[in-house]
């Protein structure tokens, strides 16, 4: 079975955390201090704060940049759940917003037709690692005074203009969760520009305190651990190499997929440097054709089979035809830096047989 992802973690990981047990600080600590400096040295950052997930990191982001009730914050539907949790977690209302069909990610027009006098932020998430529209987006948070949040789970230096994503809004949340282009078991990365508000990011993550026991404010408990910033640090080394393989692997499938009938690889915007978080296509009789990937020992997955604004948890109404279209064709194959190029010639062959199957059928 070739998996539809899978996280890599060697002898150098293992050899990190053995060496914080050792040590006996296994709370935040000085590796998360380390690892908190050289992301931002990865990510061309000014501030990063280290929490326990990519959601806390997206929900302190917001928080720290005065997000909360009454206010409105513009989010696709067309993500992980996540996105819009934070925002609601908040106190704040998600607003939904249609996708550009060709990259999956948030439409400019859609937004600026969205913004209300309520509207305090965006939230652009870049999608399967393909950045999101920044210029214009960044234009209309600027015409209309809005914060810019950006949720990079997905999107550890992918490029938009030569510019890696997360340095665009006030804000940006990364997550190291296992499936994600890297890891550190469980974790996230607040990245901000401004000082103030990387101060209150620290706050809210540790109760309020900078010193212990003289609570400013009221905050949570979501540090990250030494053990989990031990194996980010490791990770965040074969990052770049990781990226190059998902790279090549992409370039690989598209063109082995592109000529196949009901088959539409991924696009690419012309400022886009994607780190294909994942390769993601429409294909016709999309569950049938992975019924038949799965046939042939090819894992894939659906990302996502439902709009956020219509799990039961929101239950919201919204008219977002592009969303609804792509959460009924999208098949995300595997594009993990641990393939070969037998596995790619694997999964290429498989779809072949599955769109020629599911035409037949
Ligand atoms: C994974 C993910 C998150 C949440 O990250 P966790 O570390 O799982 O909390 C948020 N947004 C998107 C788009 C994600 O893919």
Not at 163 to 192: D, I, L, Q, W
Not at 299 to 322: E, W
Request: aromatic share 6%; glycine share 10%.
């Amino acid at each position: 079975m070739i998996p539809a992802a899978r996280p890599l973690i060697g002898a150098e990981e293992r050899a990190a955390v053995d060496r914080v047990l050792a040590g006996g600080n296994l709370a935040q600590g000085p590796e998360v201090a380390a690892f908190e400096a050289e992301f931002a040295e990865a990510v061309g950052a000014r501030h990063c704060v280290a929490v326990n997930s990519g959601t806390s990191a997206l929900l302190l982001a917001l928080v720290a940049c005065g997000i909360g009730p009454g206010d409105e914050v513009i989010v696709p539907s067309f993500t992980f759940a996540a996105t819009a949790n934070a925002v609601a977690l908040t106190g704040a209302q998600p607003v939904f917003a249609d996708i550009e069909p060709a990259h999956f990610c948030l439409d400019p027009d859609a937004v600026a037709a969205a913004v209300t006098p309520r509207t305090a932020a965006i939230m652009p998430v870049h999608l399967y690692g393909h950045p999101a529209a920044m210029d214009p987006l960044v234009a209309i948070a600027q015409r209309h005074g809005l914060i810019l949040v950006e949720d990079a789970a997905q999107a550890h230096l992918a490029g938009y203009g030569g510019r890696t994503v997360g340095t665009f809004g006030h804000a940006a949340a990364f997550s190291f969760y296992p499936t994600k282009n890297m890891t550190s078991g469980e974790g996230g990365m607040v990245v901000c520009a401004d000082g103030d508000v990387a101060r209150r990011v620290r706050l809210l993550r540790n109760q309020g305190m900078e010193q212990r026991y003289a609570n400013e404010v009221v905050g949570w408990n979501m540090r990250m651990t030494d053990l989990h910033a031990a194996i980010g640090r490791v990770q965040l080394t074969r990052l770049p190499g990781w990226t190059e393989r998902r790279r090549h692997n992409a370039a690989v499938l598209s063109a082995a997929l592109g000529g196949l009938p009901g088959v539409t690889v991924p696009a690419v915007a012309p400022q886009a440097e994607p780190v294909w978080h994942q390769y993601t296509v429409r294909v016709a009789g999309r569950d049938a054709v992975q019924r038949h990937l799965a046939e042939a020992g090819v894992g894939s997955g659906v990302y996502y089979p439902t709009p956020v604004h219509r799990l039961a948890s929101f239950g919201l109404s919204f008219d977002l035809p592009q969303t609804t279209a792509a959460c009924d064709s999208v098949l995300s194959l595997p594009v993990h830096p641990d393939l070969t190029d037998t596995d790619l010639r694997a999964v290429a062959d498989a779809v072949a047989g599955a769109v020629t199957g599911a035409v037949a059928r």
